[in-house]
């Protein structure tokens, strides 16, 4: 069956540190690729998406993602975080001709000032 | 943010009540879904539709119905409420000629089921 993963559940840093969320599916086919955020009692906000072109996609908030097919890797970077990107991140993928949005399960981001 | 709105935003209930939620969207868009989202289980797709009286069910349907009578409106139904079903439920609207579209979420709605 097609999944996300996301390997990192928790991850705590301090202001100014660089950041890099894990993100793999299983498919091996064509995939559109998303990063969505949800900030502590809020909804789901998209950061950034791929679906075709270049691999290096920017989203809002200094935040970016490289799709490396070869590992079949959607990871997410920012260079430096701030006390305001404590959050839920969360990758998903459409696969194939599949209906439905394969989800990770997220990973809990705390960021100390 | 896309025009999504979903009523009420919380609700407590009593096991074996029936609950109806609604999601609501000025968007025009032909795709809308309904996910609840609990701690370590991440976001779970319930129903979703892909128009008017146009529906189909997702990963959790068990003891959820939907129905979708007006391209706005999208409305998810709790038969009779269990406590399992205790979540944040929110829903989700995309537009576009493919179900492969970005999906753009409501506020959510808090529901206790006691």
């Known amino acids: 069956a097609q999944s996300v993963s996301q390997h990192n559940h928790h991850v705590i840093l301090s202001e100014a540190a660089s950041l890099e969320l894990g993100c793999n599916y299983s498919?091996?086919?064509?995939?559109?690729l998303f990063w969505y955020v949800q900030y502590p009692g809020q909804h789901l906000q998209l950061l950034l998406k791929y679906f075709s072109g270049d691999p290096l996609v920017k989203g809002i908030k200094g935040f970016e993602a490289e799709f490396i097919k070869s590992k079949f890797s959607f990871n997410l970077r920012k260079p430096s975080v701030q006390w305001s990107d404590t959050a839920e991140y969360f990758c998903?993928?459409?696969?194939?001709?599949?209906?439905?949005?394969?989800w990770g399960l997220g990973t809990s981001l705390a960021v100390n000032p | 943010d896309a025009g999504i709105t979903q009523s009420p935003r919380h609700k407590v209930t009593e096991t074996g009540t029936p609950v109806t939620l609604r999601c609501h969207q000025t968007?025009?868009?032909?795709?809308m879904y309904w996910y609840r989202q609990d701690p370590g289980h991440g976001l779970r797709l319930i129903h979703y539709?892909?128009?008017?009286?146009?529906?189909d069910k997702g990963e959790v349907s068990d003891g959820y119905s939907v129905s979708r009578s007006k391209t706005e409106d999208f409305l998810l139904t709790l038969e009779s409420a269990t406590s399992s079903q205790t979540s944040v439920y929110f829903c989700a609207i995309s537009g576009g000629g493919s179900y492969q579209e970005t999906q753009y979420f409501g506020p959510g709605t808090r529901l206790l089921v006691l």
């Open positions: 968007e025009n868009h032909r795709y």
């Open positions: 539709s892909y128009g008017v009286k146009d529906t």
């Open positions: 498919y091996g086919g064509t995939v559109n």
């Open positions: 998903a993928a459409f696969a194939g001709n599949n209906r439905k949005l394969i």
